[in-house]
Every structure is written in C-alpha cells, then in structure tokens.
C-alpha cells in the first residue's frame, strides 16, 4: 500500500511541476522589455538587460511553452540579442556584431579591356580562379585588406594590396604584346599551358599557337592535339578522341554554342577561326556538376569580347584562305566584333591513282590485264565561316555578349576510269554549321553572381554516293547506284547558373537548365527510302555543388547533376566528387571520381562494305539507351624554377554504345560497353625565354558488341592506340621564333575480319616554323614559314577510307592519307 502511495505521490509531483513550469505568453505590439516585466512577475523569472535597448523591439504573441527557457528562446529569436543563465538569472545583450569585408574584381587585359576567364587569383594565400567574365569575389572576417596575387596564362601576374569594400578592376598586361615604352622582358613562352590543380583540367594559352608551327586556320586543334591524354595521331577532323572517348562523346563549346562537327576535309582548316579565340579550358574527364551533357571530354573555347579602347583589324593570308577580324569600340562600355574565313581557289587538284590490278578478281574478265589501273580523280572543296559577337557592359558590372557563328564546308570528288572498267563514282559531302548564344551577367553587391544563357545550334550534313558501271573490259554491264543522306541535329539549350560566396573557405554553385534536342536522319537509294528516324528530346536538369577549403590547400568539391528527359519520365541522377591537396607551392595531388550520362549520341553504322560511318540519335530507353560512364582519376603534379612535371592515370567504363549493321540483309542493332585506362606524363622546361615539352601517353580501350562470337568478349576498339609520345620546342630569337613538334603513334588496329588484325601501321609526323615579327608606329606585321610533315610520311587518318567499286564483286579502297609534305606561307597584319 506505501508503494502505491508513494508511487502515486511521485506522480502528482512531476504533473505539478510540469505545470508550475508551463509560460503562457499573450501580447500585441507590446515592447519586450515589458514582456519580460510580467514574466517576472508571473513566473518568477530573474533577468538582467539593458532596458533602453529592449524597449527598441515589440512583439506580437499567443503562445504556451513547455518551460520557461523555450518562452525566452522563442521571443528572442528574431532579434540580434543573445543570453546566458548565471544562478537563474537570465542575462540578456547585443549579439556581438561580426564584420565582414567583401572585396570584388574583375581580371582584364590593359590592351583591349577584354575580359580574363577562369583566371587564377591569390587573395591573402587563399587561391580561387574567376568567372568567364574574369569576375570574383572574397569575404573575409579578420582582414580590411587584401593582398591580390591575379595571373593568366600569357600575361604577367599583378601583385597588390587593396582595400575592402570597392570593386576594382585589375589590368594584366599580355607577355606577347611587343612592350616598347618599358623593359620588361617578352617572355612569351614561359606559362602557355596551365594544369589546375583540379583533376583533369588543364587551361592553355592560345597566344603561344601563333608561335607554333600550327597555321592561322587550325591553331586551336593543333594545339590541343599536342597535350597528353588527347589523341593525335589519325588527324580527327571534325571531333576529339579524349582519355577513349567514341565519337560524339566529348563536347565542343565556343560561347556556349556547342559545335556538333564541322567536318572539314582539308584538315589544315578548323571548325573555330583562330582570329576569335580568347581563352581554352579543357575538361578531359573527372569534370564538376556544372558540366554535363558528354560522358567523353569538353573544350570549352571561350571568344574575344572585342576591343572597346580603339578600332583594331587583323588580316591573314596565306596559299590557302583569307581571313580576318575588324573590332570597333562603341561608346566606352561596348564593342562589335566581326571576323571571317575563305578559300579563295580549289585546293585540291585533279590527280590519278595507281592501283594494282593484281588485287583484282580478273576470272571474269578477259584479255591482257595491265599492272595498273589508272582512276582519274577530279575534286571540288569550298570552305567559308563568319563570326559575330556584340559585348556591353553596365557601370554596375552586368555584361550582355551576344555571339553568332556560321560554316559552310562542301567537298566533291569524281572518279572514273576508262582502261580496265568504264566507270564513274561521284561522291558529295556538305557540312553547315550555324548557331549563337545570348548571355546576361549580373555580379550582386553581395559579391555572389548570377548568368543567364540561351543558345541555339545546328547541323546540316548532306552525303550523295553515286556509282555507274557501263562495262568491265568488253563485257558490257549496267550497274548503277545511287545512296543519299540527309542528317540533321539541333538544340535550343536555357541555362541559369548561380555562384555564391559564403565566407572566405566555402562557396555554392547552383544551376537549371532546359535543353531540346532534335535529330533528322533521312537515307534513300535510287530513290526509295530505306530509312527515316526522327526523334526529339526534351530534357530538364539542374546542378548544385559545395566547394569548401577544409584546411590550408585542401580543397573538396561535392555535386550532382540530376536530369529528367520528359520523354523518358524518369530521374537520372550524377553525382561527383573530387579532392585536391596543396602539400607545398611547388607540389599538389588530385583526384576525382564521377558518374556521367549522355541522352543523344553519334551511333555507328557498319556498312556491308565494312566502311564505318556516324549518325546522331536521341535515347529512347528501347533501341537506344542513355550512355553511362564512371571516370575514375588521380594524378599530381610539381613545378620549381620553370620545370613543370605532372602525371595523371584514369580508368572509365562506359555503357550503352549502339552500332548498326547488316547480317543477312537485315538490319540489326547491336548493343555496347568499353573500358579505357591510361596513363598521362608531362614535362615541360622553359630556359629563359625559350622552352621545351614532351608528353607520354599509355592507353587501352577495348569495347563489348552483343553481335560478337563470344560472349563478354572484348576487342580492340577502331581507336584504340597502346603508345603516343609528342614533343616539342620554342626559341625566341627575336625577331625571329624557331619552332618545330613531333608526334609518333604506335597507331590503330586494322581489321580485315572478325577479330583479325592485318596491319597496325605507326603514325609519325614532325612541323616546323620560322616567324618573322616586325612592326612599324602602331601596324604589327608577322611573316610565317609552316613546314608541315617535313618527313612526307604516309599517314593515314582515323577511319578515313573510300572502297571504290571495279564491278559487282570487285572494289578497291582509297585511303585517305594525313597533310603530306607541304610549305605554308602565311602574312598577318594587325592595325
């Protein structure tokens, strides 16, 4: 019974106290220093404040509290005032105010006042890299000034101090300018290329290709085909191979403006005009949420803004185009740029080919059959682009580019042949490429930033292949064939990006975009249709990213990318992570591992003939699934006293490959998977103002076809190369510049059936330039002579091969070989 007694005693005790301690609080527009008077009252709280400051805040309340602690969290909640109980005493004060000072910037060049994207910055031995505007900001609650350490590649760094709380504009002046008025020495050569110590990145300086024995029609991708990891043996023309990347998996973009391909068969002429470049990121895998859209690289080509200080033109000739760019400041915040290229005569010549007729079925052809057979070729090929770009920019820091692009890219052969078979091929390829971008800039007074960008993209790609057999020696025939193709894709893309600097060791980037996709593929014979896919794809996504400096030169970077292609009604999501480490000034490691998906890719299509040829497709989850890759990095890198040594391997597994072919006269579509791992050296060493580089790749992909013998089989992939090692070399003897690389390629697998390998043919290639710079009062004038494949070695480039039929069971293949030997002579005027 005692037990009870007590056990409800102890009961009652915890309810009474219970609500002993329950504060009900009601009140309208009432001061909190008069709040708190009843509470005391009331309750029998105990507090200490400052009267006057509490009498500054009213409140409006009608509400119970559980105890008396929450009722006093609950009404201070809204207002800097803090608290602390010492002996049930509730001390109220001022929160302690934190000062915050903010510094923004923008990087330029002294020149021309263009904007500097991705610049490194140094503020207080915080290291940070800026927009594509060359825009940053920096918060810091101990430091009222600042100690900015800001370089880009090809220019100077500028060490200052500055002030808080001012935007400041910070000009750097470009090393390759010629600099007349002061001593500094030009040294073009020492920082043209830029590894980030950020996984897979490198950013290059697209001032040191004229110095180069590239051209001023294709400076951009011959400069990319010299760094590690990007393949350049095979001479791509119209797309990359980077880290095993198929065709159509690595992106293009100059201003936003992705560029599907535009092919070109004289491959000293690039799809972007060299004349409008400002800046190169390259992405080769491993990159951030802010990317997506490839499962291979991206280049990301940022364009000149134009000159808003004085009109300025540049004009280039040389024995195969004319090209050139005028920019005209208007008013003092806007400028116009033009630029454009054309060949200004055919370019290729009529010639003839000797073929060996030993390697001619002749059962059924009689008489004396010659040793050769000569097949008259006679080319056409018309190549003409046009670049436009208007920049404004406001007193506040907001920016309007407005960038527009066109290419035009025809090439046509006929072949034919009277001797052994009176035939006729005609063969008609026509590339158009157009597009432009919109984007809007704002950098906020808090110091964080905000874009929005819209752009459009297309591609027109028309192919004819005509074949006509009257006769083969005295057997009269009519064989006659007539394939046309018509392909087309286009994209409409929306993006809104936003970056926002929290504090001095963290910063969040977050982003929506909206993309459209279209692909038109039309294919008739003799004029019947045998092919028609059209399909579009609607897809919404968006990023978000924590970049946060744990410690000093420790840096994380953790994101996802999450997509939803509305046709497909389903989440994707990619999320990745990377990590890099700062062990000393001179030695950094990185590392990175992310999940990748790409929604429209180029499907290979193998033809009877065994010619391979691509086509843009949309996924659809039936025939054609969405491509996947995991990228798998790490690497590190040194730099001391002008030597820069860096090393980098990747694994990457990529799901969802399609290939079309025929088995049986049936169509058919095959599924795939590949792998790829390699290893990237790189070394460079400048000796004043001279330098030299070599890099070394070791790289393997295979690929998984389900129309392969054996199951879970893999097999060389049509790019896989084991070895590539590229050099080269600069000395600046001004006026003169002394340059030459050399690249050597253990070369791709030829298959001449299912899992043979005829041949590996090597690919071996070396240039060489000599640049003669001189300038009068403010005219700058350059004269170039680019020796190209100075060996004449028979390359061959990647996939390029024509079988031309000789009858109904005989054909024969023409290969097309890489640049031969051949003498560029170039002119370049700037006023």
């Excluded at 790289?699 to 199951?711: A, G, H, V």
Aim: contains cysteine; glycine residues 6%; charged residues 25%.
């Amino acid at each position: 019974m005692k037990k009870y007694i007590a056990l409800i005693f102890f009961f009652g005790l915890v309810i009474t106290t219970s609500l002993a301690q329950k504060v009900e609080i009601k009140a309208t527009n009432k001061a909190l220093n008069d709040i708190l008077i009843e509470l005391r009252d009331r309750y029998n709280y105990q507090f200490s404040y400052d009267t006057d400051l509490l009498a500054s805040y009213n409140v409006s309340i009608n509400k119970s509290f559980s105890n008396k602690e929450s009722a006093i969290i609950y009404l201070l909640r809204k207002f800097p005032l803090n608290y602390e109980i010492s002996n049930n005493v509730y001390i109220i004060y001022p929160e302690e105010k934190i000062f915050q000072y903010r510094i923004l910037g923008q990087i330029l060049d002294k020149e021309n006042l263009e904007p500097l994207p991705f610049s490194h910055i140094t503020i207080n031995d915080h290291p940070m890299a800026t927009d594509e505007l060359g825009n940053f900001s920096f918060t810091s609650t101990t430091d009222s000034t600042f100690r900015i350490l800001a370089s880009h590649l090809g220019y100077f760094i500028h060490d200052t101090i500055v002030s808080y709380d001012k935007a400041h504009k910070f000009l750097l002046t470009s090393a390759s300018t010629d600099l007349e008025e002061i001593t500094v020495t030009d040294k073009i050569v020492q920082t043209f290329i830029k590894e980030s110590n950020q996984a897979g990145n490198l950013k290059l300086n697209h001032k040191i290709a004229g110095f180069l024995p590239t051209n001023n029609d294709n400076s951009v991708f011959e400069l990319l085909r010299l760094q590690p990891g990007i393949l350049a043996a095979g001479e791509q023309k119209d797309y990359l191979i980077i880290w095993g990347s198929y065709e159509g998996e690595s992106q293009v973009l100059f201003d936003d403006i992705t560029l599907w391909g535009l092919k070109n068969y004289y491959e000293d002429i690039g799809a972007v005009n060299p004349l409008v470049v400002k800046n190169i990121e390259v992405l080769k895998g491993g990159f951030d949420a802010r990317y997506g859209e490839r499962v291979g690289g991206i280049v990301h080509i940022t364009g000149k803004d134009g000159n808003k200080v004085k009109p300025s033109i540049n004009l280039a000739l040389n024995n195969i185009t004319a090209s050139g760019s005028y920019e005209q400041p208007i008013g003092k915040k806007s400028s116009l740029l033009l630029a454009f290229r054309h060949t200004y005569y055919p370019l290729f010549k009529d010639d003839q080919i000797k073929y060996a007729t030993s390697n001619v079925n002749t059962d059924e052809i009689e008489g004396t059959i010659p040793e050769y057979v000569d097949l008259d070729v006679t080319p056409n090929y018309r190549f003409r682009d046009a670049n436009l770009k208007f920049s404004t920019k406001w007193n506040n820091g907001d920016q309007l580019n407005i960038s527009i692009m066109a290419g035009e890219d025809r090439y046509s052969y006929d072949i034919s042949n009277e001797l052994l078979a009176a035939s006729r091929k005609h063969n008609f390829e026509g590339s158009y490429q157009n597009g432009g971008s919109l984007k809007y800039s704002k950098v906020w007074k808090s110091g964080n930033s905000s874009s929005l960008s819209v752009s459009r993209s297309e591609l027109d790609r028309n192919t004819t292949e005509q074949t006509v057999i009257e006769r083969i020696r005295f057997t009269e025939m009519n064989v006659r064939r007539d394939d046309r193709s018509y392909n087309n894709i286009c994209e409409y893309s929306t993006k809104f990006q936003n970056r926002f600097v929290l504090n001095e060791d963290q910063i969040i980037e977050t982003g929506l975009q909206y993309t459209n996709d279209a692909v038109d593929l039309k294919e008739d014979s003799l004029g019947i249709n045998i092919l028609h896919l059209d399909s579009k794809l609607d897809k919404i996504g968006g990023y978000f990213q924590n970049i946060l400096n744990i410690s000093n030169g420790v840096t994380i970077k953790a994101g996802f990318q999450v997509n939803y292609p509305i046709n497909l009604e389903k989440l994707y999501w990619e999320p990745r992570i990377s990590m890099s480490f700062k062990i000393t000034d001179e030695l950094s490691f990185n590392g990175a591992w992310g999940l990748y998906k790409q929604f429209i890719s180029k499907s290979s299509v193998l033809s009877k003939s065994g010619k391979y040829r691509y086509i843009w497709v949309g996924a659809d989850e039936e025939t054609v699934p969405v491509l996947e890759s995991v990228h798998n990095i790490i690497g590190g890198s040194y730099h001391k006293n002008g030597f820069t040594f860096s090393v980098e391997a990747y694994h990457k597994r990529t799901d969802g490959h399609t290939r079309y072919y025929r088995w049986r006269n049936q169509g058919n579509i095959s599924l795939g998977k590949s792998k790829s791992v390699g290893l990237d050296f790189f070394a460079k060493k400048d000796f004043g103002e001279h330098t030299f580089w070599v890099s070394y790749s070791l790289s393997k992909t295979t690929e998984n076809f389900d129309y392969f013998r054996e199951e879970g089989e893999y097999l060389r992939a049509l790019h896989d190369q084991r070895h590539e090692i590229k050099t080269a070399g600069l000395l600046a003897l001004k006026p003169f510049y002394l340059s030459a690389n050399y690249i050597y390629g253990s070369g791709f697998p030829i298959y001449s059936g299912y899992n043979n390998i005829n041949s590996e043919p090597d690919y071996q290639r070396l240039d060489a330039a000599l640049i003669y710079k001189f300038s009068h009062k403010k005219i700058k004038s350059e004269i170039g002579i680019l020796l190209h494949n100075v060996m004449n070695k028979e390359n061959l480039t990647y996939e390029s091969f024509e079988r031309v039929p000789l009858s109904q069971i005989n054909s024969i293949s023409v290969y097309t070989e890489s640049v031969p030997s051949s003498i560029r002579l170039y002119f370049k005027i700037t006023i």
